[in-house]
């Protein structure tokens, strides 16, 4: 493992999750699993005095550091980093707002592909990630499995015989495992039916999100589903709830709406995608919120053929690339928020009016 | 589970991450989780509080209610009342220590009370020795805190000791 003393390296690149790869991607932009954990012997972060969190932080460091295969982990002081640099791992979805935004020792261990990271002190003292792009929840799990074992191997955590793994919030309880699967659906938005299908999932337990945004609106109808509960079923059964009968069921509900849409008109769905790239790629000023709205109308249209010459992955990219944070560390200096809208314009336009553009041309 | 605004079932869990005080779960019908979804605009319970609020409204007197508040871990430090408000406990004692009063919440957001899934390989850590290094570690910082840094070095060597026996948590393995 190695401190990063700046996140150069990732600015430049994107996650494996982002690839575009993946069962069922053109709707399952990315699958996560995350474990919440504790070092037995310390109270919760909500109790723990600024030495005890430096204790843990560095406790966990050092029995990080002696894993086996861990050589190329990226490892980051959050505390340490300047808020755009908090930001921009936010957004690349490395870290959480809570741990960005909290106060006190806290640090983040990232992989090289960005498919795995570790949070020290969030809300709770080991927040452990794993993202794959596309439907992939078994292979994401055996991930995370292996990674929590290797862990667990070096540091106590707490954990109660009845309850299983402790957490500071009773909602984390026992597996302290959350399922969230991040879904693109534009074609139930468009056809308004987006209600209607978690309507009819009323009896399972899911949690519902809307993603992505500056504020806490949602847009670029992104959606992301988790499991509710923690406590009283296995890892399995819960990965099972999630992503073979939840996720399946909108994915076909989905397609159906997109199926309707080009039956219903083609053309007409046709020029509005068309339309969403045309501003993309000749805007001059725009937000962050239109950016989102107009990717997502792309997005659905590279996916269904109806524009060919640009990739999902750089669809993917964009998504994320075009955010505030990483626009100004692209750009290499704080940008105000109306040079940010006309940064973000020349950015999109100069890997949009390139039709065909491969991802990693895209800097 | 009923919705937080009104007595219809809570068919829709949201978990609100981008408030800045931290993350709020909300159980809320349909109608009203359209609302919250469409609208960014707060809502009057917003967070597990509110739920546990309303459930400890139940079955409960004032003076009940009073006592519960008021009640302490002896380990970490934190009352009924902090974790009724904040939503987050303060160390994993607590959920022994506040056991009975948990068991209602803990039923009402997992509808089970027992961990079925994976198990750490290693040997669990001793409940009491964890609950003693905790309270040492507040203890220590009570000493520094008033300044009384011979009290604050005793207790470290005692965490110390502790700390490297093989057998306790949190030693060097």
Known sequence: MKEAKDLSALVQNSGEWLKGTGPESDIVISSRIRLARNVAGFPFIRKCSDDDRKKIERQVRTRLEALNGWEDIQYVDVAALSEIDRQFLVERQLISREIAESEGSRAVAIDPCEQFSVMVNEEDHLRIQVMHSGLDLLSAWDQIDALDNAIEREVLYAFHPQYGYLTACPTNVGTGLRVSVMLHLPGLVITQQIEKVFRSMQRINVTVRGLYGEGSQYTGDFYQVSNQVTLGHTEHELLEMVGNEVVPRIIDYERKARDFLIEKGEQDLHDDVSRALGILSTARKISSEETMHYLSKVRMGVNLGLIDDVEVATINKLFIHTQPAHLQKLHGRVLTTSDRHVERANYLQRHLRDAGASPEELN | ?173
Do not use: W
Request: proline content about 6%; some cysteine; overall charge negative.
């Open chain 2, 1 to 173: 589970m009923k919705c937080q605004y009104c007595d219809k079932p809570a068919t829709f869990h949201i978990t609100e991450l981008t408030q800045p005080g931290g993350p709020q779960i909300l159980h809320l019908c349909e109608q009203h989780a359209r609302t919250v979804l469409q609208k960014d605009e707060p809502s009057p319970i917003k967070t597990i509080t509110g739920a546990l609020a309303k459930q400890l409204q139940l079955g409960q007197t004032k003076e009940e209610l009073k006592k519960l508040d008021q009640k302490e871990c002896p380990a970490c430090g934190i009352t009924f009342f902090e974790f009724r408000n904040s939503g987050r406990l303060g160390c994993p004692m607590d959920y022994i220590h506040f056991e009975s009063d948990l068991t209602p919440l803990l039923v009402n957001i997992h509808d089970a009370l027992e961990h079925t899934g994976k198990r750490p390989s290693r040997a669990e850590a001793n409940v009491d020795t964890q609950a003693e290094l905790i309270s040492l570690r507040k203890d220590m910082e009570a000493a520094v805190a008033r300044e009384d840094y011979e009290e604050a070095s005793r207790i470290r060597d005692q965490i110390n000791e502790i700390q490297g026996d093989p057998k306790h948590p949190g030693a060097a393995s």
